[in-house]
């Protein structure tokens, strides 16, 4: 079974408004962590988000907001305001286990590609 | 600067021939990670080091891969006898808190 599955292969959103990437995500580990990450053409992963899974707030950083619903295990990356450099890949992400003897290592998506129009 | 330099950004190599990738992370991390992206996907694990000592391997990493990190500190991916299949992004990631990644390492074998 997948554990990160993002269902939009593709999104269009025109400058300047909101838009919602959609991740839902499969784990019987009660401590995780949620990630979301960029790629831009030039094949860079960079941070954007992340929300644990015992967090009570839902994680914002700046533009990007995480909407966490923990009942229906997603973790759907909010842009606002976006902007033409918003055009990229976006990956979300989850660590199974807070520091156990494995490493830790983080479960992707397929990914989602954002398209920011005039 | 993403806190992690990986070298080189772009291989093209004949099927058959040896790859070595280098991941310098700029500051001491205790983790290290190489992962895997091929075309149209996300990247997949591939290893882990907690300092020198190599503690997890995936089941995608085959006798043909090997990966060091003789001194806790900077790491190699060698790849023997590429084939077509091994063509993708290599991505290298430290992970203190959230895991910062490589501009990563692009293999083409032709």
């Known amino acids: 079974a997948q554990k990160i599955t993002q269902t939009q292969p593709g999104m269009f959103v025109q400058e300047k408004e909101a838009v919602t990437l959609d991740c839902t995500y499969d784990t019987s580990d009660p401590s995780y962590g949620l990630f979301w990450y960029k790629q831009p053409s030039s094949g860079e992963m960079i941070f954007l988000i992340y929300q644990g899974s015992y967090d009570q707030q839902n994680a914002t950083e700046g533009r990007y907001s995480l909407n966490f619903q923990k009942a229906r295990k997603s973790a759907n990356l909010v842009i606002s305001a976006s902007q033409l450099g918003d055009s990229a890949m976006y990956f979300c992400?989850?660590?199974?286990?807070?520091?156990?003897?494995?490493?830790?290592?983080?479960?992707f998506g397929t990914g989602t590609q954002l398209k920011v129009e005039l | 600067d993403t806190g992690v330099s990986q070298d080189p950004r772009h291989k093209i190599t004949k099927r058959g021939q040896n790859v070595t990738f280098r991941c310098d992370p700029i500051?001491?991390?205790?983790?290290l990670y190489w992962y895997r992206q091929t075309l149209g996907q996300g990247p997949e694990f591939l290893t882990y080091?907690?300092?020198?000592?190599?503690?997890?391997k995936s089941r995608l990493l085959s006798d043909r891969f090997s990966a060091e990190r003789p001194k806790g500190s900077f790491s190699t991916l060698e790849i023997q006898r590429t084939e077509q299949g091994d063509s993708a992004m290599y991505l290298c990631?430290?992970?203190?808190?959230?895991?910062?990644f490589g501009s990563g390492t692009r293999l083409t074998v032709v």
């Open positions: 080091f907690q300092n020198e000592a190599q503690l997890e």
């Open positions: 990631a430290i992970a203190p808190s959230s895991y910062t």
């Open positions: 992400a989850m660590r199974e286990g807070r520091r156990k003897g494995g490493g830790n290592k983080l479960t």
């Open positions: 500051s001491e991390h205790n983790r």
